[in-house]
Nanobody, 125 residues
Framework: VQLQASGGGLVQAGGSLGLSCAVS????????MGWIRQAPGKEREFVAA????????YYPDYVKGRFTISRDSAKNTVYLQMNSLKPEDTAVYYC???????????????????RGQGTLVTVSS
């Protein structure tokens, strides 16, 4: 699976930004597609995921209600719409793919099989 992310940039707090991820390389109907992020000096963290076939969505509490993941099967593209952005959302965002659902153990953990190059999102205060 090849993942090509785009759409990062600089936005003010409270603003919106959309990310796209073009997916190619193999049959991925049984995959979960999504996003993870990593801020400088911090651990990588789960952002959102969607089951490609069923469209079931997963969000951690810190983005729920603000971020929306979607997919366009005809375009083989996954999207992340980010609204009400906060400075703490600043990070490099990576598109990722996995055959596993995110698992909740007090916080979400998502084991990914593939990860694309990152795109930087900077939210200014």
């Amino acid at each position: 699976v090849q993942l090509q992310a785009s759409g990062g940039g600089l936005v003010q707090a409270g603003g919106s930004l959309g990310l796209s991820c073009a997916v190619s390389g193999r049959t991925f109907s049984n995959y979960r597609m999504g996003w993870i992020r990593q801020a400088p000096g911090k651990e990588r963290e789960f952002v959102a995921a969607i089951r490609w076939s069923e469209g079931i969505e997963y969000y951690p509490d810190y983005v729920k209600g603000r971020f929306t993941i979607s997919r366009d099967s005809a375009k083989n593209t996954v999207y992340l719409q980010m609204n009400s952005l906060k400075p703490e959302d600043t990070a490099v965002y990576y598109c990722a793919a996995s055959t596993e659902d995110p698992i909740y153990r007090g916080s979400y953990y998502w084991s990914t099989d593939y990860r694309g190059q990152g795109t930087l999102v900077t939210v200014s205060s």
